[in-house]
DNA sequence: GCCCAGGTGTTTC
DNA sequence: GAAACACATGGG
C-alpha cells in the first residue's frame, strides 16, 4: 500500500461519482445530531428522526437541552435504539453547552478526545463531528470503509479504527477537504456497491483494483 | 420471518 | 484486548 493507490482510488470514485456536498445536514447542530442518529442505522431512518425533530423545533442547543428525554426519544424513535440515543443526544448537548464557547482553542488531538469521554460518542461519531462539524481534518472510519479497503486489500477486516484512520491519514494530504469528500464517496460506494451480501459486481467503479491472488 | 443499516457501552473471559 | 451482548426501527 502506498499514498498513490489511495489518491488513485479516491480519483476514481471522484470522476464516478462527483462531488458529494457532505454532511447531508442543514446546520453544524443539524449535523451533530445526525452523527449520533445514524450509529448502525440507515440513513433514510435518521432522516425521518431528524424531520420530527424539526417539526417540533428542537433542532437547536437550547432547546434540545431544555426538552424532556423521554419526549426527545418518542421524536427520534424511527432511528432505533431511541432512548439510548436521546441519553446520548443529551449528553452531546451538555458537553456543547458548556464548551462551545472554548472548543476553538483545542488542537484537533486534544478536541478528539474530549469528544470521546462524552458516554455515546466512540471513534466514529468523534471524528465526525470533528470533520463535518468543526471543519478539522480527521479521517472518518466506517462500515464501509472497512469492508471495501479490506477487500482491496489495503487494510484488514480485524484491524483497529484507530489501525486503518492512520493508513488513510498518513498516506494522504492532510486535509479538510479532501477527507470530507473521501469518506463521503466511500459510503456513496458502499451503498450502491458493496452491501454486505453484495461483494463484487462488474459496474463497481473499484473492480480493476482488487488483486486475485490464489 | 430474516437480514441489514454511515456504532457504542457494558460485561465477561 | 477482544469477544459476546444489548440497544430498536424500517426497508428489501
Known amino acids: 500500500m502506498n499514498s498513490t493507490s ?8 471522484y470522476r464516478r461519482f462527483g462531488p458529494q456536498y457532505w454532511w447531508p445536514a442543514r446546520t453544524r ?14 440513513w433514510r431512518n435518521v432522516e425521518k428522526a431528524i424531520h420530527n425533530l424539526r417539526s417540533d423545533k428542537l433542532l437547536s442547543l437550547e432547546k434540545m437541552h431544555a426538552v424532556e428525554t423521554c ?5 427520534i424513535k424511527p432511528a432505533g435504539y431511541f432512548n439510548i440515543k436521546a441519553q446520548r443526544l443529551k449528553n452531546v448537548v451538555q458537553f456543547l ?10 488542537d484537533t488531538i486534544s478536541l478528539r478526545k474530549r469528544l470521546l ?21 480527521s479521517f472518518v472510519v466506517d462500515a464501509y470503509t472497512k469492508r471495501i479497503f479490506s477487500r482491496l486489500g489495503i487494510v484488514r477486516q480485524k484491524d483497529s479504527y484507530d489501525c486503518v484512520k492512520a493508513v488513510f491519514e498518513n498516506n494522504l494530504a492532510r486535509k479538510r477537504a479532501l477527507f470530507n469528500e473521501y469518506h463521503a464517496l466511500i459510503v456513496r460506494l458502499g451503498k450502491e456497491h458493496c452491501t454486505k451480501n453484495n461483494p463484487a459486481c462488474t459496474t463497481c467503479p473499484l473492480r480493476s483494483e482488487h488483486t486475485y491472488t490464489r
Open 6 to 13: 489511495l489518491m488513485r482510488i479516491y480519483k476514481k470514485l
Open 29 to 42: 447542530f443539524e449535523v451533530i445530531v445526525g452523527t449520533v442518529l445514524t450509529q448502525n442505522t440507515a
Open 71 to 75: 419526549r426527545l426519544a418518542r421524536c
Open 97 to 106: 453547552r458548556h464548551d462551545a464557547a472554548c472548543l476553538k482553542q483545542f
Open 117 to 137: 469521554e462524552i458516554n455515546g460518542v466512540g471513534p466514529e461519531t468523534a471524528d465526525s463531528i470533528l470533520l463535518y462539524a468543526f471543519d478539522r481534518p
